[in-house]
């Protein structure tokens, strides 16, 4: 697997644009794998305001990672290709484990895949969750999705719960 210098940093105001897009193509890349998820005909718009809400949202911490094979001319900034999102939250204090680092959602565009950045994103935002005193990490990933649940296991998480669907209606 080649291995790439990446440059992960906190998420700007500026990204959010990028950022909406590289979550438009992880909503349709998790709908192709699981065809019961569909996207509206809106869904870019509702991304636009989705992700724009994340920025400044307490609790929550969403990385980047620029183009480790990006270049660009003097004075342009590089672009982001992959973000990772998580959060602190807070669960009934009937648990042993109550602040629980949540790692909510992770995507590398599909060019730049196999070269590390996954993992890089993985590692900085658990460092960031862990910094912030949490007790236990908690992560959710697509069921069809093998090169998440792989990146998952291997970064030491185990399943502990599933999450069952069926349609409302059954007649």
């Known amino acids: 697997m080649p291995q790439s210098a990446a440059h992960v940093r906190p998420l700007r105001r500026g990204?959010?644009?990028r950022l909406a897009e590289l979550r438009l193509w992880y909503l349709a890349e998790t709908a192709r794998l699981e065809p019961r998820l569909k996207l509206m005909p809106d869904a870019r718009e509702r991304l636009t305001t989705a992700v724009t809400s994340w920025w400044g949202e307490?609790?929550?911490i969403t990385l980047v990672?620029?183009?480790p094979l990006g270049m660009v001319p003097a004075g342009e900034e590089v672009p982001i290709v992959g973000y990772i999102t998580g959060r602190v939250s807070v669960w009934?204090?009937?648990w042993k484990a109550q602040r629980v680092g949540e790692?909510?959602?992770a995507f590398v565009a599909g060019d730049r895949r196999d070269r590390g950045l996954g993992r890089t994103l993985l590692a900085h935002l658990v460092d960031a969750l862990v910094a912030r005193g949490i007790d236990v990490l908690r992560a959710k990933a697509?069921?069809?999705n093998d090169g998440s649940v792989g990146l998952l296991a291997a970064s030491g998480f185990e399943p502990l719960f599933h999450q069952l669907e069926r349609p409302g209606a059954t007649h």
């Open 15 to 17: 990204d959010l644009p």
């Open 58 to 60: 307490e609790g929550r």
């Open 65 to 67: 990672v620029e183009d």
């Open 92 to 94: 009934p204090p009937v």
């Open 103 to 105: 790692v909510v959602e």
């Open 142 to 144: 697509p069921v069809k």
